[in-house]
């Protein structure tokens, strides 16, 4: 049986607002400015600090076709 991982995730000022406890290595995406936080089991998402991308990730954009450039979301790859 395979393993199911889902990241938690929601507009910025939903996560300010209810400002939840994120587990201990469990991620939360604000879905409209694509930032991260990483829980530590014990402090509250605003005291929580952004997971900050370094010069080794890149972001792209995925197109729903290359004639019409459609833009069908955006995709973080870490290489």
Known sequence: MADKIQIRRDIAA???S???VLSEGEIGLEMDTKKQKVGNGFSTWNS???WIEDER???ITVSDSPATGGDNGDVWLEY
Do not use: D, I, V
Request: proline content about 17%.
């Open 18 to 20: 209810a400002n939840p």
């Open 48 to 50: 929580l600090p952004y």
């Open 57 to 59: 990730t890149r972001k």
């Open 14 to 16: 939903n996560w300010t």
